[in-house]
């Protein structure tokens, strides 16, 4: 084993000489600050990295089997098919752990770079804690800081004493929000518009729906028709029967998939076609899958997961994943005025590929819902 001891101004600088010198490989064993006797701003970071050789060795040996495929490498060895098999069995288990090993080394120099790099400045202090204030995680948080850090403390002329706190809030939202993915509000056609929404049970489907219907009829002049597969809940059909009857808007109950079947094309001369489906936990993977067949039947049109924003984080990320089954267009976040905080949804969001298409915030049938759009969003991303 190959070991590196640094003393450097900055992780940056430490990480940069330690990956020239030990590889892409190397593992930071330990960091600390070492203060200066004579001035305190001066202060040094210790990086003590490691590199175990035979792995290392190993790694470069599996790379030059893999880009030679089998083929002669730069040696003249020729690695038989077995023996390239064996290796690429291997090197996967090998690579996940590299890379397991890497991203706790990105999440770990985020939490160094706040505690070492920052600890003066009171503006990103102010910052980190209103992020975990808004129920974002540490890791999330320290690494909105770093970034904040890169954009707007290291790289500017301006004193951390003179810093606008209010502009830092301004481009920390943008930086919370900058992989969030948006799916355009949709728009008339020329031919059927078919809209599907699943989710958990009290998630708001069905209000969200009736929101949806009537607001294309104001804006559109749509010609639609609400079907409910939903026939089992008490309450559904009334409060859909209600509504529709109130808008005009034609409701039928669908009680098998052959139902549906004769419904879409009985209907397919409409301009958009409503679809009210049962909730049901993410938990219920047999309700999740006879949902799938259900809506397969439909083929291609829009699907939206409808999820109320009052959930934690790990049930939130869970819906996510067990409804991804179903191949969401995107999802529909509902309740944001009953959400103290939002930091919780934000962050998984971050995370995923799926799109916010539309939000609701009240009760109020049909202007209580709103296009997806980061300025809106804004406002629930920080106090």
Do not use: W
């Not at 330990?30 to 190993?58: C, F, G, L, M």
């Not at 059909?237 to 549906?260: G, V, W």
């Amino acid at each position: 084993m190959k070991i590196k001891k640094v003393l450097v101004s900055s992780i940056q600088e430490g990480m940069q000489i330690i990956t020239k010198e030990l590889g892409e490989d190397a593992v930071i064993l330990s960091t600390r600050n070492i203060e200066s006797k004579s001035d305190s701003r001066e202060n040094r970071i210790e990086i003590i990295a490691a590199i175990d050789e035979t792995i290392s060795k190993v790694t470069h040996e599996i790379n030059t089997t893999q880009s030679n495929n089998g083929k002669n490498n730069n040696n003249g060895l020729k690695f038989g098919e077995d023996y390239v098999t064996e290796q690429i069995n291997y090197s996967d288990g090998l690579k996940n752990q590299i890379f397991e090993i890497k991203q706790l080394l990105k999440d770990l120099s985020h939490r160094v770079k706040y505690k070492f790099n920052n600890y003066e400045n009171e503006a990103l202090k102010t910052i980190f804690k209103e992020l975990l204030k808004f129920e974002y995680s540490e890791d999330f948080a320290y690494k909105i800081i770093d970034e904040l850090a890169d954009l707007y403390i290291n790289n500017s002329s301006i004193e951390p004493k003179e810093v606008d706190i209010k502009n830092l809030k301004e481009l920390t939202k943008d930086l919370i929000l900058g992989n969030l993915k948006i799916l355009p509000s949709i728009n008339k056609s020329d031919k059927c518009t078919i809209i599907s929404f699943f989710g958990t049970t009290g998630g708001g489907k069905t209000t969200t729906l009736i929101k949806l219907a009537i607001l294309f009829k104001i804006i559109f002049n749509a010609d639609s028709v609400i079907l409910s597969t939903d026939v089992n809940k008490v309450g559904a059909i009334e409060q859909l029967q209600t509504y529709s009857s109130i808008a005009s808007i034609p409701h039928y109950a669908i009680f098998s998939p052959e139902d549906l079947a004769i419904a879409l094309e009985d209907y397919k001369a409409k301009d958009f076609i409503f679809i009210d489906t049962t909730g049901c936990s993410q938990q219920d993977k047999d309700s999740i899958n006879d949902l799938k067949r259900t809506l397969d039947i439909i083929g291609e049109h829009f699907r939206f997961l409808v999820q109320s924003c009052n959930v934690g984080k790990a049930t939130f990320r869970q819906i996510i994943q067990e409804y991804s089954t179903l191949n969401p267009s995107g999802i529909i976040l509902t309740k944001l005025d009953e959400s103290a905080a939002l930091g919780n949804v934000i962050e998984v969001l971050s995370e995923v590929s799926l799109p916010v298409s539309y939000f609701t915030n009240g009760s109020r049938v049909p202007e209580d819902i709103e296009p997806a759009n980061l300025k809106y969003l804004k406002q629930f991303a920080l106090p």
